[in-house]
T-cell receptor, first 112, second 113 residues
């Protein structure tokens, strides 16, 4: 059964820093991997979807990489802003219909 | 606006009183699913549906029922709620199962006394 670990569990940094959030998973036979953002009391917003055949995806200040063979993905946030404060979740998919496996998330606080 | 909606957003009820949480999407997605989120346990899938009249169990289906009579709606039914079903519930949908981007609803916070 897939297990997903996200490190660090929490992170607090001043505005402007470049950040790296880490995600590791135990079963490398994934179909894709999604990164989500969750704001307090809100739903999940999809940030990036990386297919298993891809190495990385970019959207604005966000860049996600995937190393399927080693079971790792990283989310890079450039020039962080207070509005980036949220919990970030990664979720690999095995390709079947039976759901994403979520990590417990990285709680990120960007100090103004 | 493309979205997944859930109702109610907040609900306090008592043990044994049947309830339904509705989920609707306006994106013509075939795949829909329900998750619950609990502190320390993260998000876990309850049920999913590949298309109309096709549903299957996720990781934690006990105590829940679902139905998919129309493509846009996927209600979650708790026939006899218990306190251990107190949780934050999310509905999600996708155009192409788990191969595509998952769109989540805003969540329903359920408290069972």
């Amino acid at each position: 059964k897939q297990e997903v670990t996200q490190i660090p569990a929490a992170l607090s940094v001043p505005e402007g820093e470049n950040l790296v959030l880490n995600c590791s998973f135990t079963d490398s036979a994934i179909y894709n991997l999604q990164w989500f953002r969750q704001d307090p009391g809100k739903g999940l917003t999809s940030l990036l979807l990386i297919q298993s055949s891809q190495r990385e995806q970019t959207s604005g200040r966000l860049n996600a990489s995937l190393d399927k063979s080693s079971g790792r993905s990283t989310l890079y946030i450039a020039a962080s802003q207070p509005g980036d404060s949220a919990t970030y979740l990664c979720a690999p998919s095995g390709g079947g219909a039976d759901g994403l496996t979520f990590g417990k998330g990285t709680h990120l606080i960007i100090q103004p | 606006e493309a979205q997944v909606t859930q109702n109610p957003r907040y609900l306090i009820t008592v043990t044994g009183k049947k309830l339904t949480v509705t989920c609707s999407q306006n994106m013509n997605h075939e795949y829909m699913s329900w998750y619950r989120q609990d502190p320390g346990l993260g998000l876990r899938q309850i049920y999913y549906s590949m298309n109309v009249e096709v549903t299957d169990k996720g990781d934690v289906p006990e105590g829940y029922k679902v139905s998919r009579k129309e493509k846009r709606n996927f209600p979650l039914i708790l026939e006899s709620p218990s306190p251990n079903q107190t949780s934050l519930y999310f509905c999600a949908s996708s155009l192409s199962g788990l191969a595509g981007t998952q769109y989540f609803g805003p969540g329903t916070r359920l408290t069972v006394l």
